[in-house]
T-cell receptor, first 114, second 115 residues
Framework: AQTVTQSQPEMSVQEAETVTLSCTYD???????LFWYKQPPSRQMILVIR??????QNATENRFSVNFQKAAKSFSLKISDSQLGDTAMYFC???????????FGTGTSLTVIP | DTAVSQTPKYLVTQMGNDKSIKCEQN?????MYWYKQDSKKFLKIMFS???????INETVPNRFSPKSPDKAHLNLHINSLELGDSAVYFC??????????????FGPGTRLTVT
């Protein structure tokens, strides 16, 4: 079974600083996708960024970027210039077929301190 | 304007009761999902439907029965509710297509409390 591990249950960062959230996964598949989702206190799940396993280039979305290390099965999220609105639970997710379902990690609660 | 909606948002009920949670998406998506998020925030897939057909059924008690009357709706019916069913239930949908990498769009969640 696929497993996704987020080893940091809680993290905090000063506003405007950079923080990295870690995620590791285990799979025997060669093609898969990885996602980071954000869940603010409103409970709404919001896509932050996605990465295809076949692409060596790390995905970037504005202040969010990933460090994808396929051999190490590692997929960390870097948030630059942290803002108060970044305070949320962050979930790493692994996606594979045939149903394209997501397997989520246990989440990291990030607090941005003013 | 809502993409994926769920009703109700909050549900408080007693043990032994039967309840339903409804989900609707207006995105034209083919695939819909139900996830359960427990008190420790762990999110786990329960069911997935593609074009009204069940394609994923994880290890979920038989008391949980999904029903998809059409592509835009996926309802979750729970019989004989137990204390351990208390959780937040999320509905999600993803666009048509066979490939991976399709984003899932989540509803706002339904917080179920069983007393």
């Amino acid at each position: 079974a696929q497993t996704v591990t987020q080893s940091q249950p809680e993290m905090s960062v000063q506003e405007a600083e950079t923080v990295t959230l870690s995620c590791t996964y285990d799979t025997s598949e060669s093609n898969y996708y990885l996602f980071w989702y954000k869940q603010p206190p409103s409970r709404q799940m919001i896509l932050v960024i996605r990465q295809e396993a076949y692409k060596q280039q790390n995905a970037t979305e504005n202040r969010f970027s990933v460090n994808f290390q396929k051999a190490a099965k590692s997929f960390s999220l870097k948030i630059s210039d942290s803002q108060l609105g970044d305070t949320a639970m962050y979930f790493c997710a692994f996606q594979e077929g045939p149903g394209n379902q997501f397997y989520f990690g246990t989440g990291t609660s990030l607090t941005v301190i003013p | 304007d809502t993409a994926v909606s769920q009703t109700p948002k909050y549900l408080v009920t007693q043990m032994g009761n039967d309840k339903s949670i409804k989900c609707e998406q207006n995105l034209g998506h083919d695939t819909m999902y139900w996830y359960k998020q427990d008190s420790k925030k762990f999110l786990k897939i329960m069911f997935s439907y593609n074009n009204k057909e069940l394609i994923i059924n994880e290890t979920v008690p038989n008391r949980f029965s999904p029903k998809s009357p059409d592509k835009a709706h996926l309802n979750l019916h729970i019989n004989s509710l137990e204390l351990g069913d208390s959780a937040v239930y999320f509905c999600a949908s993803s666009p048509p297509g066979q490939g991976l990498g399709l984003e899932q769009y989540f509803g706002p969640g339904t917080r179920l409390t069983v007393t």
